[in-house]
Every structure is written in C-alpha cells, then in structure tokens.
C-alpha cells in the first residue's frame, strides 16, 4: 500500500488547498462590477448535476443581469479560493450549487462546501436548494458536528432545501442560518418542444448506492405493461464519462438527453433527475424511489402535474392516465422562484 492511499481524503485535499496557496496557478482581476461567484458547478459525468449547474447560471444571469457571474468548476474550488479571496468584493455574493450532496455519502463535497464557506465570512453565501442527508453512524455524526461548526460561524449565510425533510433537518441543525424551503432549480427551466412523441420507452435507472429496490413482482408487471403498450424500448442514464464532460462541457450532453426525452411516449426512472428532465420536457413517466427517498420528497412539487407519477408496491400500471401539465403546478413553481434570492 503506497503513503497516497494511506492519507485519509480530507488530508488530501488539505494539502492541495494549502499548496495551492503558497504556489497559486490563478491569478483574478479586481473590478468595480459586482460579481457573484458560483462555487462547484459540475464538470463531471452527473447530467442531473449538469443540469443543475445550467439552471442555476441561467437563473442568476437572469436574476442580476447588472452583474457578472463568474462560474467556478468542482474540480478546480482548490485552485480558485485563495485567488478570489484576494479579489472579492464586499458587494460580491457567493453561491455553492444546488443537488444531493449536502451529505457524509459525498465527504469531498461537503469539505469543499465547508471551506468555501469559511473562506467567504464577509459575504452573503446563499446554497442552492439542496437534499440533506448525514447518516447515523460515527462518520456521519462527526462530518455533520464538522459541518455545523462551520456554517454556525457565518454571518450571511442562506440555506435553500428542496423537499421538505431537508427543511426541518436545515432548520434544526442550523439555527443560526437562514433557511428557505424551494423546489430543485432545475425546475426553473422549461424545455417543452412541442415535438410528436414516439411509441417507445426509455428506461433510465441507476445502478449505484441510491438505486431503487422495487418489488421484482412489481417491476415485471411493468414490463409487461411496456411491452402490451409501446413498440419500442431504449436505455439511457444521466451518468456518463466525466472525460467528456471535461472535455466537451456538459450542456452538449444534456441537450442531447432533453431531446431523447422530448421525443419519447413514457420514461421510466429511479433517478430524481431523470424524473424533473421528463416534467421539464413534458414527458409522461414512472418513477420510483431511491434508497435516499430524496425522489418522493421532491415528486411533491409536481405530483398534481398530471403526467408524472410516483410508483409504490399498490400502482396499477394499467389505470394510470397521463394527461397534459396542470398550469397551476408550473405556475406555483414558477412563483417560488421570483422570490428564491
């Protein structure tokens, strides 16, 4: 075993930050336009957390358009924080981006999110609407005591959760932080086409630590119903290479799967992102819970949409009835929205 496996994750990315530091490969301008500097956007294989990252740029683009939005990817926060310290200003606002990895599932992220925050103590720091999700085990205690001594020290710090059992947990474990319950902002983009929809299917299911364990009776009841109802079946997912991400940017890839969606009669998935992509696109879908049940918890901003429905162990895939979206649901979201930050 070599000294690098050895070094516990946290060690690791200390050590860069603080040779980052003394040896700084980025150097940053001062300048006299406000800027709000967007900390960890995606840049790897995730398109759920792609897409989170371009809805929260086109938000922020278009909720200070006087502003410049300076966009900082995950993979290089370690390069960047000591360079934007020396440059930000006290108008200056920081965001963390949004998703699922408020959590000691994802320590490196949390410890990039902690260090952000107390690198920027000066400025107001809102985090985008995130799921919240530390285990009861001895890591999971001690990555949360970590990460509410951090946040507790902060002045101007905002919380935004999307579901409302990351709400109560915010609001608990953070007192002394303003918290604010809005839905995911990836459903602040609307990308319906209006294309004609094919007779098929696409199965979009994830194979990892959060996958979905559905009844196997259930499951072959609907893939009988898939194959009395549609001619076609295909499979996708919102994982892919990060090497491509990084090579060609995510939004190429993400576009790509909005127009599969656009065209497909039905998706099916266990990924919550793979469930707002169809409702932002207009798509019918199942969808069944994660291990997290991070996807139940969100499924209540849309539930009385009309063309997405939340499977269980008693769904009769024969009855459900997919009709065009509910304008209240959208409108209802969309109101959330104008007062997010």
Request: aromatic letters at 12%.
């Amino acid at each position: 075993m070599s000294i690098k496996e050895i070094i516990p994750l946290f060690l690791k990315l200390r050590i860069v930050y603080w040779k980052n530091n003394l040896f700084p490969k980025v150097k940053l301008q001062k300048s006299n336009q406000q800027r709000i500097w967007f900390f960890l956007a995606a840049d790897y294989g995730n398109l759920g957390d792609v897409a989170i990252t371009q809805a929260q740029l086109s938000y922020l683009q278009q909720r200070f358009p006087m502003a410049e939005v300076v966009e900082i990817p995950i993979s290089q926060t370690l390069e960047f924080v000591g360079a934007v310290r020396k440059v930000i200003g006290k108008e200056d606002v920081v965001t963390l981006v949004g998703g699922g990895n408020m959590s000691d599932l994802y320590p490196d992220i949390e410890f990039l999110r902690r260090l952000v925050v107390k690198n920027f103590s000066r400025n107001v720091i809102v985090s985008f609407p995130q799921s919240i999700h530390f285990t009861e085990s001895m890591k999971g205690r001690a990555e949360l005591n970590k990460t509410q001594k951090v946040y507790s020290k902060h002045p101007n710090l905002t919380l935004l959760a999307r579901d409302k059992v990351s709400y109560e947990r915010m609001k608990n474990w953070f007192p002394k932080n303003t918290v604010k319950f809005v839905p995911d902002i990836v459903l602040y983009m609307d990308k319906r086409k209006g294309y004609i929809r094919d007779n098929n299917v696409i199965y979009c299911l994830r194979n990892d630590k959060e996958k979905s364990h559905s009844d196997i009776s259930q499951m072959a009841s609907l893939k009988q119903y898939v194959a009395e109802h549609f001619s076609k079946v295909s499979y996708t997912d919102t994982q892919i290479n990060d090497t491509l991400v990084r090579a060609d940017g995510g939004e190429k890839y993400l576009n790509k799967l909005l127009e599969e969606f656009s065209h497909a009669g039905l998706v099916i998935t266990d990924r919550l992102h793979g469930m707002i992509l169809a409702y932002i696109t207009g798509t019918p879908a199942i969808v069944f819970d994660n291990s997290t049940k991070k996807i139940s918890a969100a499924y209540e901003w849309i539930k009385d949409c009309g063309f997405i429905y939340l499977a269980n162990e008693n769904t009769n895939f024969e009855n459900l009835k997919f009709v065009k979206e509910n304008k209240q649901v959208k409108d209802s979201i969309d109101l959330q929205f104008k007062q997010l930050v």
